[in-house]
């Protein structure tokens, strides 16, 4: 005989009020393949009213209006259209959880019949950081308007080194920006063969110099943004030759590969092992400063849980559910590097 349905509502009802109301970092902080999910999703993302897209207004030109002058000189003043604007639609995502009141454990007793549901609950949302930490690292295909611009969709490879990061294949715009008329939207881009002092870690070196360009700090409003935020990403290979080349050449590699913990970091900024990354050939190293890409979310649907309730096409099933609304937003792409292993 099934469970009564006066019964389920105060099982249910006696869970969910107990259970932590979805912490998603809480549930994957000791994942370490979940780095920038847990860097995106903070309670400090950015939270949008409405709207249909993200939309923001960024500078990509300078005026260059700084001049000599001399006693008495004639004014020249001129007024260059600096500003871009960047446009990126809503993504949305959910996960479920339910159960049928005829499955075994709904007899078993209250206990096991609380730790079934909590479980599947947890399950659900694990398995919406994964998929997330999973789009945060892909490229659409230019087609598809489910998706959102993961990582390799504002920070592009190049073989070239220097600002030569314009734009993945099949798209003409990044955030409705064209980078090939607008130089300041691109980002840094290298190759190397070999992880070495001489190879890689130069490349790392110059890139993290250009990375640091920034208005004087006595122009307020415009300084620089902290670099605590910088974090390195690579593949399982990468990490092992990186670790491997600060633990024999430590004095060789000076600090730039000193230990924290006994793992290496660049220049004290944590190096990432993200799984993400071991299918990509070119073991790309990623240089990310979070302060200008990450998540940004619609206010009032911020992993939104909907209370279990009766399937209208399954009378005995019960399901619960979490929403989002979000987008991956990136609005310097100047403050990133990519370095990947040279093709040729």
């Not at 349905?5 to 809480?26: G, R, S």
């Not at 990375?211 to 290979?237: C, F, I, T």
Request: a negative charge.
């Amino acid at each position: 005989m099934p469970i009564s349905v006066n019964k389920i509502n105060d099982i249910l009802v006696a869970t969910l009020d107990h259970a932590p109301k979805a912490k998603f970092t809480e549930v994957i902080t000791r994942d370490f393949q979940f780095d920038v999910y847990k860097q995106w999703f903070k309670k400090e993302s950015e939270r949008i009213s409405g709207g249909t897209k993200n939309i923001e207004t960024v500078a990509l030109r300078s005026n260059n209006a700084a001049r000599l002058t001399t006693l008495f000189d004639e004014d020249s003043v001129s007024i260059t259209d600096m500003f871009g604007t960047i446009e990126v639609p809503w993504a949305y995502a959910d996960t479920h959880w339910a159960f049928d009141i005829r499955e075994k454990f709904m007899n078993s007793g209250g206990k096991q019949i609380v730790d079934v549901i909590r479980t599947r609950r947890w399950d659900a949302i694990v398995s919406l950081a994964k998929l997330l930490e999973k789009l945060a690292w892909s490229i659409p295909d230019p087609s598809e308007e489910k998706a959102p611009f993961g990582i390799p969709y504002w920070i592009v490879k190049d073989e070239r080194e220097g600002f030569y990061g314009i734009r993945p294949e099949g798209f003409t715009h990044v955030g409705s920006i064209d980078p090939v008329k607008e130089e300041g939207w691109r980002n840094w881009t290298a190759a190397y063969k070999d992880v070495s002092d001489d190879d890689l870690l130069e490349k790392m070196r110059r890139a993290y110099r250009h990375l640091q360009w920034a208005p004087p700090e006595m122009v307020d409003g415009l300084r620089h943004e902290s670099h605590k935020n910088y974090r390195v990403y690579v593949n399982d290979e990468t990490y092992g030759k990186l670790a491997k080349l600060q633990r024999n050449q430590r004095m060789d590699v000076g600090w730039d590969l000193y230990p924290v913990e006994n793992e290496p970091t660049f220049r004290g900024h944590t190096i990432v092992y993200t799984k993400e990354l071991d299918n990509d050939e070119s073991c790309p190293v990623y240089l990310i400063n979070h302060d200008v890409i990450g998540a940004r979310v619609m206010k009032g649907d911020v992993f939104n849980e909907t209370p279990p309730e009766r399937l209208y096409n399954s009378h005995y099933a019960y399901a619960g559910w979490v929403n989002l609304t979000f987008a991956f937003f990136c609005t310097n792409r100047s403050r990133h590097a990519v370095i990947a292993k040279s093709i040729n």
